[in-house]
Nanobody, 122 residues
Framework: QVQLVESGGGLVQAGGSLRLSCAASGRTFNRYAMGWFRQAPGKERECVAAISWSGDRLYYADSTKGRFTISRDNAKNTVYLQMNSLKPDDTAVYYC???????????????WGQGTQVTVSS
């Protein structure tokens, strides 16, 4: 079992940066690939970035490629999402998820955090 807690969200102006963190509990964190998802009001939840358990495989949505960077520190049981050049369209609740990865495809698992709000003002 894995419990996930996100932090680092907030209000930022367009063009600014935020770094989200997702702290995991449980001894099996490094067995999971991790993904960051977001959900804006009235929209479906989408995966914006994912990283394999070893960190050697990455996935980015087209909308975040070149602006967002996902990383993980297995010694700290934490996965990060560095978000740069933020746009109002990035406004959403961001969630982390523990799942699995095959090649560069991420498959979401059953473990979710509670989410952290990111609001980008124009």
């Amino acid at each position: 079992q894995v419990q996930l807690v996100e932090s680092g969200g907030g209000l930022v102006q367009a063009g600014g940066s935020l770094r989200l963190s997702c702290a995991a509990s449980g001894r099996t964190f490094n067995r999971y690939a991790m993904g960051w998802f977001r959900q804006a009001p009235g929209k479906e939840r989408e995966c914006v970035a994912a990283i394999s358990w070893s960190g050697d495989r990455l996935y980015y949505a087209d909308s975040t490629k070149g602006r967002f960077t996902i990383s993980r520190d297995n010694a700290k049981n934490t996965v990060y999402l560095q978000m740069n050049s933020l746009k109002p369209d990035d406004t959403a609740v961001y969630y982390c998820n523990a799942g699995r990865m095959s090649s560069s495809t991420y498959y979401q698992g059953d473990y979710w955090g509670q989410g952290t709000q990111v609001t980008v003002s124009s």
